[in-house]
């Protein structure tokens, strides 16, 4: 009569799904349409399936089968239900084997989604598990016409299926994100399967977007370097390239003061001071509940409430600003690791990222890299920037910054674009690396 407090848990979670399962369509600009819809479908339309088939256990024969000759697909739609009954069974074990506390804090994630500092929900990996019977101690899913491909074997890409990218088949696809606690250790006998602490990965390999003129090299080849025409729009030319040794990339480095100053703009206008960041990463954001690094709202709060605000910026923001700001939400996650810094889009918009280390060869134009929401982007390669000191000499004839990164939020730049220069962008970051 009375459920528990752990079942009320489980079944909050399952609601959930849908939810966060369309979300990540409308932020998936890769994966199959068809793919996704059926998948979605087909899950919600288990609870119903499962429903339909106990009513004609309870009903007459006959009438069975003239349902059945009536609407012509009853076998098909049994099979959709058998399918997403497993699909659910399987979720439910591996639900089945977290503490509440864990499930608490796996809801407050997806609830949130990503919105509140969640911790990991650890989940002990089992022995190798054949490729026949993928299973997390419950039964294994058919492969079915409903569109849901044998669930993997990884509980952490099961619940990132389940949560937040249907599409998603193997873990080599997903990232960890630096708040994660099993962030850049190697794997032990338990993994996260927090859904937050993770993000799909926008890697090299990925075609560029119709913003870039000019394809991305493999970083692996880059034995050259662009001959780019980057600025930094606070400092101007850098005297002296960033020298990162391998002391650099060690974890006791990574906690050194400020490595890098955050400077917000609003088309030409710097709002607010520069930020700087001692810790390995900084959130960047407008509207986050219980968020701890760079909020912008204060920031251009604090910054209106001045006399006259900054000279030349007219007193007042534009339509297209506020649109902009609006846009920003959860923002950016900005994390320095050991191969470079890497960009989480925790928003529900597109972010546009550009660095020196992102531009091809021989790209006349800055190569902007569109990330979208829930993806991750290496934004800045300290390999590439290593071999950028080696050619500096090509870039004397201008004034060249290749220890910095902009980052637009929602509207992108460039040779494709109306807005030719990051500068007509409304919202913007640059981020200004520590040269040592």
């Excluded at 902009?324 to 989480?344: F, M, N, P």
């Excluded at 290749?402 to 980052?407: E, G, L, Y």
Aim: neutral net charge; contains cysteine.
């Amino acid at each position: 009569m009375f459920r528990s407090r752990r079942s009320g848990l489980v079944r909050r979670l399952w609601r959930g799904r849908a939810a966060a399962a369309s979300a990540a369509v409308s932020s998936s600009p890769s994966s199959p349409p068809s793919l996704l819809l059926s998948s979605l479908a087909s899950s919600m339309r288990c609870e119903e399936a499962t429903e339909t088939r106990r009513r004609r256990g309870r009903g007459d024969e006959e009438e069975d089968d003239d349902e059945e000759e009536e609407d012509g697909g009853g076998g098909a739609e049994g099979r959709d239900g058998a399918a997403c009954a497993a699909y659910k069974a399987l979720t439910h074990a591996l639900l089945k084997r977290l503490k509440e506390k864990q499930l608490e804090a796996l809801l407050q994630a997806v609830e949130s989604r990503g919105g509140a500092r969640t911790a990991c929900v650890l989940v002990p990996i089992e022995g190798p598990a054949s490729r026949s019977s993928p299973r997390l101690g419950g039964p294994s899913v058919p492969e079915a016409d409903c569109g849901l491909s044998p669930p993997p074997l990884s509980p952490h890409v099961l619940l990132c299926r389940l949560f937040r990218w249907p599409e998603v088949r193997h873990s080599a696809e997903l990232k960890r994100l630096s708040v994660c606690g099993q962030h850049g250790r190697a794997e032990g006998d338990s993994v996260c399967c927090n859904p937050y602490h993770l993000s799909r990965l926008c890697g090299p390999e990925s075609p560029p977007p119709p913003y870039s003129r000019f394809p991305m090299v493999e970083q692996s080849k880059s034995a050259d370097l662009s001959e780019s025409t980057t600025s930094s729009t606070e400092t101007g030319a850098s005297q002296s390239p960033p020298q990162f040794s391998d002391q650099s990339l060690s974890p006791d480095a990574m906690k050194q003061p400020c490595w890098c100053h955050v400077a917000y703009w609003e088309h030409r206008s710097r709002v607010g001071r520069l930020y700087p960041v001692g810790d390995a990463s900084v959130a960047v954001f407008y509207d986050l509940p219980h968020g701890d690094g760079l909020c912008l709202s204060q920031l251009t709060a604090s910054h209106g409430n001045r006399a006259g605000g900054i000279a030349g910026s007219g007193g007042g923001i534009s339509e297209s600003t506020s649109r902009t700001r609006a846009k920003i939400g959860y923002g950016l996650l900005l994390s320095r690791e050991a191969d470079g810094v890497w960009c989480y889009n925790r928003s529900q918009h597109p972010l546009f990222v550009n660095s020196p280390t992102l531009d091809g060869l021989g790209a006349r134009n800055p190569v902007v890299r569109k990330v979208p929401p829930g993806y991750s982007l290496r934004a800045f390669d300290f390999q590439q920037s290593m071999l950028l000191q080696e050619h500096q000499a090509r870039h004397e004839n201008g004034p060249y910054d290749p220890n910095s990164i902009r980052i637009s939020f929602a509207k992108g730049w460039g040779p494709c674009y109306s807005r030719q220069f990051i500068t007509s962008c409304p919202c913007w970051l640059e981020i200004l690396l520590s040269v040592r």
